[in-house]
């Protein structure tokens, strides 16, 4: 399974059959994926919010905008975003540590719930109601493996609309103060002073004029991928 997200905000689907329906339709059959969920967003407002294909090949099930997938490493920007507010609570530093309670329990609460994420899971080995099915091989299509393993910096399941409102939750202060999201979208600067263009769970990187944030994830059987311009405004 395939998650695109280039989102934003509320959920507003937009008409069947335009160029980029038509551009992700081909793409699913050229490329034999078996669903995809897409989310746009300009300026704050959701231009796009679409489902293609199948969430599930066995019952299907159609993929729809609030179809479940698992993120894989675009789940990193939560933990981010959970270490910026112990730092604003005076709790940490960016190179110290903390101990107490469940850092999914923490994300939960002080993450997701404040972001209106009511899809939105930190990793678990259940699959829950509305969770697509992931595939390997695309020729075959096989079941993939579901990893076990329990860890902050990936595989959180998420939708397209969730992951809107969580960028519109990062242009405003709900959850994160601007110093908080500036240090998270300032690339790292190593010793010798070589910029490695990622800062705290963002990939940073200028192409052109323009400055873009991002993160992509994969793992076995889901792809996905968030990518914000603050220059354009286009998510």
């Known amino acids: 399974m395939v998650l695109a997200i280039a989102a934003c905000g509320g959920a507003t689907r937009a008409a069947a059959g335009d160029a980029t329906d038509d551009f992700v339709r081909t793409q699913l059959k050229r490329q034999r994926i078996p669903g995809l969920a897409l989310a746009v967003v300009k300026d704050g407002v959701v231009v796009k919010a679409e489902g293609y294909g199948v969430a599930d090949r066995r019952t299907g099930t159609p993929v729809t905008p609030t179809t479940v997938f698992k993120i894989a490493s675009v789940s990193k920007q939560f933990i981010a975003?959970?270490?910026?507010?112990?730092?604003?609570?005076?709790?940490?530093?960016?190179?110290?540590?903390?101990?107490?309670?469940?850092?999914?329990?923490?994300?939960?609460?002080?993450?997701?719930?404040?972001?209106?994420?009511?899809?939105?899971r930190t990793t678990t080995i259940e699959r829950g109601a509305g969770r697509a099915a992931g595939y390997s091989d695309n020729h075959r299509l096989v079941d993939a493996d579901e990893w076990p393993a329990v860890r902050p910096g990936g595989a959180f399941q998420s939708t397209v609309l969730d992951l809107a409102r969580w960028d519109a939750v990062l242009n405003g202060e709900t959850i994160l103060t601007e110093a908080s999201r500036r240090e998270m979208w300032t690339a790292v600067t190593l010793a010798d002073g070589t910029s490695v263009g990622y800062g705290l769970c963002w990939f940073v990187n200028r192409p052109g004029d323009r400055r873009e944030v991002w993160h992509s994830g994969g793992m076995p059987g889901f792809k996905s991928n968030l990518r914000r311009s603050s220059t354009t405004g286009w998510v």
């Not at 940490?92 to 002080?110: P, Q, T, Y």
């Open 81 to 120: 975003a959970g270490i910026m507010v112990l730092v604003q609570d005076g709790r940490l530093r960016l190179d110290g540590r903390v101990s107490g309670r469940a850092w999914s329990e923490f994300i939960a609460e002080r993450v997701f719930r404040p972001a209106d994420l009511l899809a939105t």
